[in-house]
């Protein structure tokens, strides 16, 4: 059975981008993997540092166990300061969890993408778009054979974002939209850091939002159920799914320039399950 491998730079990013995908990956069957880049030590409201690493770890095993996902590797990175981290170093370690884990897909920020606000998306996606191919070469980081791993390519890479630039694929999540919820509600702590940045704005702007203010203080499951509702819903309709389908836009790249070239030249192997 297939692996899928996702690099999260944070904690609720799985669920909050592809939370959908990886419940139907996981339910049919295949091994989805969180490798967490950082250690979201600041993500939260009110609490020390040590808190908010304690509860952002707990609600992950939490979202993790909802969608299915079988493991979650940290690497516990200081979070929002990647830029600071030499990309090598990131892609390092990303090169190290592709040869260990064999990946059919990853899934992860787009590389690419024009609007990305975020420094460690940014980050993250650059340097898993060189671990995809510096993890093939036997020549780069040859002290990973040590340890019994070989040069691995993943096949497919699934590249999200906000918006998916020149996105080419939907995911229909209709039947695991709850799973999603559930998943990303379970990140209370960052949650309501999210919230309480919108407030902060609000404030600025000269007003105030009190059914925000009571989510911040109550379950935030309608709420993000509202904002999932709406998304998926919308990018569903946008490719043509039946009335009341949701889905997850993704951006996914196989061989690129070389798909009709790979397609007419190569035949299945014997010994492996197929893809499509
Ligand atoms: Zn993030």
Request: hydrophobic letters at 45%.
């Amino acid at each position: 059975m297939h692996t899928a491998l996702v690099f999260a730079p944070h904690a609720d990013d799985a669920a909050a981008f592809c939370g959908g995908t990886l419940a139907k990956l996981a339910d049919a069957g295949w091994r989805v993997v969180v490798v967490r880049v950082t250690d979201d030590a600041r993500d939260s409201v009110g609490l020390t540092c040590e808190e908010t690493v304690r509860r952002n770890t707990e609600e992950l095993k939490t979202a993790a166990a909802i969608m299915g996902i079988a493991d979650i590797m940290e690497l516990g990175f200081p979070t929002d300061s990647l830029a600071d981290v030499p990309e090598t170093a990131l892609r390092e370690r990303f090169v190290y969890a592709l040869r260990k884990y064999q990946p059919y897909a990853v899934f992860t920020f787009d590389p690419f993408a024009p609007s990305e606000g975020n420094r460690d998306h940014v980050c993250v996606a650059q340097a898993v778009e060189e671990a995809f191919w510096v993890s093939c070469f036997d020549l780069h980081h040859p002290e990973h054979f040590q340890e019994g791993l070989a040069p691995f390519a993943v096949c497919e890479r699934w590249y999200f974002g906000r918006p998916v630039s020149d996105q080419n694929h939907v995911e229909d999540i209709t039947d695991f939209f709850e799973k999603r919820v559930a998943a990303l509600a379970a990140h209370r702590t960052m949650m309501q850091n999210t919230l309480n940045q919108l407030l902060l704005q609000l404030r600025t702007f000269g007003r105030r939002a009190p059914m925000l203010e009571a989510a911040m203080a109550d379950d935030l499951t309608p709420l993000v159920a509202a904002v999932l509702h709406e998304q998926t819903t919308a990018v569903a309709a946008a490719a043509g799914l039946p009335p009341d389908s949701k889905g997850e836009a993704y951006r996914v790249v196989r061989f690129g320039d070389m798909e009709d070239m790979v397609e007419q030249l190569s035949e299945p192997l014997p010994d492996m399950p197929d893809a499509h």
